[in-house]
């Protein structure tokens, strides 16, 4: 496992550089890091690391989390209001509805299949997302209105309702029933995260104000604290739906508004800790990914996946209706709304492995849906954010 470890952070830090030196997003490299190393390349990764990616992802994931909650102020998103309500729902129910819609013509599926497909490909990515946005409110650009804030805010919120749309329709893939109460678990579970991640940060920053420690043992006690919550919504599924990584945002954003100087001390260690994770994450992500899947689709599956991105981009203009943003930063919005990985990495083989017919092609639309928008969405957020948004 060492070496496999080893092999993940300088081939992902190696391609990573070099795609920087080509002025395109270093993510991209680390992805076709792990591509090359993984079961579907060359096959070096050791079987006992690939058994717990998915738990190594999850934990680069509570960095990232934790660090835009850290960097999120209670009045910038305020200020945003409306339109970062309607972003965390309206894309993805546009994108849903399409691709519902369109993938029985170009597959043998059913409506329910084909809903259930694009609850898998419909979420966006916060691995890819948030790193950019906190970049670029930490140069300056979009502050005046909030747009890195808005975004940020949006994508989380889109994750949850994805995921909670997706287990209801496996349940009916599988046969079983869907009621109101799977769709009452949305409003639900972002109420309760958010309300045990004000609890749980406050908590917290009364503990670190109380009872000097170094910032090391302050980063140790807030990482482990937000695997506990994690393990508190696996813990209470079924019974009452709590959003785990909306608590660990929250934590962040109670801290950064209520106790300043302990952001402050954890800001910092945070940046560093996610050079790490940055690679880890990204590399595990690649290693999902299978050429042979994706080529088997053909291009219907990327006609369907483009289809969507149109209905998605719709759904942001929509929801940025009642803002006060100009048609440059619209347009941003629009481009940064587009990325996809995490959650697709993450869900797109459950179907296969509950043995649904239609599993083989939910799982390859979902890995090219990673292909083709987390290197479109990157660069296009990269080389356009300083001539669309106002530095301030």
Known sequence: MLTSLAL????GLLLSGAFKKLALPGLIGMII???????????????????ISSSLREMALVIILTRAGLSLNVEELKKIGLPAILMSFVPAILEISAITVLAPLFFDLSYIESALMGTVVAAVSPAVIVPLMLKI???GYGQKRGIPQLVLAGASLDDIFVIVLFYAFLSLASGGAVTASHFFTIPVSIILGILVGIIVGWLLGQCFKLIKMNQIVQVLIVISVSFLLLALEDSLEGFIPVSGLLSIMSLGIVLHQFFPAVAGNLSPVYSKLWIGAEILLFVLVGTTVNLS???AAGVSAVLLILFALVFRITGVYLSLIPSS???????????????????????????????LSSGSLIV????????????FGSILIEQSYKKLLQRD
């Open 33 to 51: 890091a792990g591509m090359l190393l993984g079961p579907n390349g060359l096959d070096w990764l050791d079987p006992s690391l690939l058994s």
């Open 325 to 355: 943003l100009t048609r440059k930063e619209k347009g941003f919005t629009m481009m940064a709304y587009t990325p996809k990985a995490t959650v697709q990495a993450a869900i797109g083989s459950i179907p296969l492995s509950m043995g």
């Open 137 to 139: 409110k930490a140069q």
């Open 293 to 295: 899947y994706a080529a």
């Open 364 to 375: 390859t639309v979902a890995v090219l849906s990673i292909l083709i928008t987390a290197p």
């Open 8 to 11: 993940i952070f300088l081939v």
